[in-house]
C-alpha cells in the first residue's frame, strides 16, 4: 500500500484520538416527542434520563418502559453510527461487521 512506519503511527495517533473523543461524546437518545431522554457516552454508559411529566402516569407503567427503552435504543443507534463513521473514515469506506468498533 505504500506506507511507511511514520504514516502508520500516525494514522495509529489519529485513530486514538478519534477513539478518545467519541467515548467522551455524549448522544441523546429521545422518544414520545422529546417526553423522554436518555444521555448515553461513547462507552455505551447511560448517564442521564429525562422525563416529561405528562408521561409519568402510575396507571400506565408499561408504556413508560416502552418509552424509556425506545430512548435508550436511539441513543445506542447514535453512539453506533458516530462509531461507524469514525471506522469508515479510517478504513476508506469499508464497513465493518457489528461488535468490530471500538
Do not use: H, Y
Not at 461524546?25 to 414520545?32: D, K, L
Not at 422529546?34 to 408521561?55: C, I, N, W, Y
Amino acid at each position: 500500500m505504500g506506507f511507511n512506519m511514520k504514516d502508520l503511527q500516525r494514522m495509529q495517533a489519529k485513530l486514538m484520538k478519534m477513539q478518545e473523543d467519541l467515548q467522551n461524546s455524549e448522544f441523546v437518545g429521545t422518544s414520545g416527542g422529546d417526553a423522554v431522554q436518555v444521555t448515553m457516552t461513547g462507552r455505551f454508559e447511560v448517564t442521564a434520563l429525562k422525563l416529561s411529566q405528562e408521561v409519568v402516569d402510575p396507571e400506565d407503567v408499561g408504556m413508560l418502559e416502552d418509552l424509556i427503552l425506545a430512548a435508550c435504543k436511539d441513543a445506542f443507534e447514535k453512539a453506533v453510527d458516530a462509531q461507524q463513521k469514525i471506522m469508515s473514515s479510517m478504513t476508506g469506506g469499508m464497513k465493518l461487521p457489528p461488535g468490530m468498533g471500538f
